[in-house]
């Protein structure tokens, strides 16, 4: 644990102020959930709560049979990270913040797809090369839990010339339709 030397006292109702340079550094919104964690020496701990990331796992195993369907790299993100990688480099995508570009992507609850966006694949990580993907054909799609993005299906290509078609896209689509269905229940 890292200390901040940041201070603060607990009002009349409970509540403590976590200072906007933390917030803005850790990514946490106004709304956003936070889990809360003691320990046996006093400890609290509060963690940003990822939905989907309490089915790590199992997207795992649905990034595997995605991977292997389309024979694409196959991506799971939830709001901040990748929670789960097929078919690609684990140690490149697994665990990495997601870019701006992506966290945007899902913000607006867009669906994406490069070869139809001007020919240029979004950075999916935060220190992604812009140029290492400039030809990948991709396919985000946003995984929508009562009516809040939680995470995205992505789809990728590593080959220049290839141009994700609408298989691609009922595959992604129908990939975060049901992530999003089992968040719900």
């Known amino acids: 644990m890292k ?35 003691t320990d046996r020496e006093g ?54 913040d997601i870019s701006p570009e992506l966290e945007q992507l899902m913000e607006d609850k867009e669906v994406y797809t490069s070869k139809d966006n001007s020919d240029i694949a979004i950075p999916i990580t935060k220190n992604e090369d812009e140029q290492k993907h400039k030809h990948n054909a991709q396919v985000v799609y946003p995984i929508v839990s009562n009516g809040d993005t939680i995470g ?9 010339d290839k141009k994700m078609n609408d298989v691609e896209k009922k595959v992604a689509q129908s990939a975060a339709t049901f992530l999003g269905t089992q968040m719900e229940i």
């Open 3 to 37: 200390a901040t030397g940041v201070v603060r006292r607990i009002d009349d109702l409970g509540r403590v102020v976590i200072p906007k340079e933390i917030r803005k550094t850790l990514r946490i919104k106004e709304g956003d959930p936070l889990e809360i964690f």
């Open 43 to 96: 400890q609290v701990i509060l963690k940003k709560y990822s939905p989907i990331g309490e089915l790590s796992e199992f997207a795992a195993g649905y990034a595997e049979t995605l991977s292997k369907t389309t024979g694409h790299i196959a991506c799971i993100t939830d709001k901040d990270t990748i929670i789960a990688v097929s078919g690609g480099s684990k140690k490149e995508f697994l665990e990495q």
């Open 152 to 160: 995205s299906v992505i789809l990728m290509s590593k080959e220049a």
